[in-house]
Nanobody, 125 residues
Framework: QVHLLESGGGSVQAGGSMRLSCAAP????????MAWFRQVPGKEREGVAA??????IYADSVEGRFTISKDYAANILYLEMNSLKPEDSATYYC????????????????????WGKGTRITVSS
């Protein structure tokens, strides 16, 4: 059983920054495609960023503001979020896909095998 454990959510004002972490005690993130998704009630889960052997990929809505990275030694996935906007408010999920490359389908939730339980972020205006 693979467990992905997100942390770092909370409340922040618009323009602020926040960092999310995803720990994976039983899973080696370094050799696999890892991603962050987000979801608001009533909407589908949206791919935010992914990181595989080809490097980082971002959704247009967060390009230039968010940075996804891996700490290979600690086996932790991060999402650094800057210039946060109210529309970034959502529950953020860490996801894992046992492939080296994330590929063109990186933003499709159905492509991922493992999920965390999510961490909530609220950005106030």
């Amino acid at each position: 059983q693979v467990h992905l454990l997100e942390s770092g959510g909370g409340s922040v004002q618009a323009g602020g920054s926040m960092r999310l972490s995803c720990a994976a005690p039983e899973y080696t993130i370094g050799n696999n495609c890892m991603a962050w998704f987000r979801q608001v009630p009533g909407k589908e889960r949206e791919g935010v960023a992914a990181h595989g052997n080809g490097g980082a990929i971002y959704a247009d809505s967060v390009e230039g503001r968010f940075t996804i990275s891996k700490d290979y030694a600690a086996n932790i996935l991060y999402l650094e979020m800057n210039s946060l906007k109210p529309e970034d408010s959502a529950t953020y999920y860490c996801a894992a896909r046992p492939m080296l490359w994330c590929g063109g389908g990186w933003a499709e939730a159905g492509q991922y095998n493992y999920w965390g339980k999510g961490t909530r972020i609220t950005v106030s205006s």
